[in-house]
């Protein structure tokens, strides 16, 4: 593990906002085509209210159109153990010495949203279920890329357990460190989709997402939520972290 670093200065909350919106904007603009940026053409950056509007609407396009061309059953690609990224590197939205403490002893995976089955899930109870252990490369939206070994539960598996519907859109996340995500159900569905309960040969260090969290190989990092301590099923978009403030709510790769 990585040596702790000092707390960085805190931002006034007038300062969190104006750089919350600063980030979100730069990113949509980022992700817009040639064409669309001539959509821009006659608009005025500095008004935020239309250029915001078109982009959000083209980040909702950008979903529908990788939604389209996704695959349930196309597998992202594998790798050796030999080819694993050692030391594995820490991404979190906060600094390595914020990652949440969590009472594994007490701990349940609460269950709700459109699912017959409702009980919290024990560590033990998910351990007996069906496992399935890839190696696959995690590609984060900052530019790195990482190759590890998840171990876990399929989600598929694990839906089918508690009854969900499948025919409906979404499967949200909540976390214990506040953040949030969801999946596309065809994404949730595909067979590399994991509850993880291991990295490498061992439970999930909490650098990792401790003790439960997302293995989503067909998706950016950022979709690959981790201390997950809750898990619904919904037909309406339960919405993100990241994504609220603009990232692609797909984000297939």
């Known amino acids: 593990m990585s040596e702790r670093k000092k707390a960085p200065p805190k931002l006034e909350p007038a300062q969190q906002t104006q750089v919350v919106n600063l980030q979100r904007r730069l990113l949509l603009r980022s992700g817009l085509s040639l064409g669309a940026l001539a959509m821009l053409g006659g608009c005025n950056l500095q008004d935020g209210d239309q250029v915001d509007k078109l982009l959000w609407s083209m980040s909702r396009w950008n979903d529908r159109v990788q939604a389209w061309l996704f695959s349930g059953q196309r597998l992202a690609q594998t790798y050796t153990a030999t080819q694993i990224t050692d030391p594995f590197p820490f991404n979190a939205f906060y600094a390595e010495y914020n990652v949440p403490e969590i009472d594994l002893d007490g701990y349940r995976l609460e269950v709700s949203g459109l699912v017959e089955r ?39 598996t694990f839906l ?54 997302v293995r989503v190989p067909t998706k950016l990092g950022f979709k690959n939520p981790k201390h997950i301590v809750e898990l619904f099923v919904s037909n309406q978009n339960p919405g993100g972290y990241w994504e609220d403030q603009g990232y692609n709510g797909f984000s297939g790769i």
Do not use: N
Request: glycine residues 8%.
């Open 118 to 156: 409702k009980q919290p899930w024990t560590l033990q109870a998910l351990r007996q279920l069906p496992q399935r252990s890839d190696i696959t490369r995690l590609i984060c939206i900052e530019g790195w890329s990482a190759i590890g070994q998840w171990g876990g539960v399929p989600l598929r």
């Open 160 to 213: 089918e357990r508690i009854g969900a519907d499948t025919t409906a859109k979404y499967v949200g996340f909540k976390c214990a460190d506040r953040y949030y995500s969801y999946l596309d159900m065809p994404t949730a569905l595909h067979p590399q989709t994991l509850l993880a309960l291991d990295f490498g040969q061992v439970a999930l260090p909490p650098d990792y997402g401790y003790p439960l969290r």
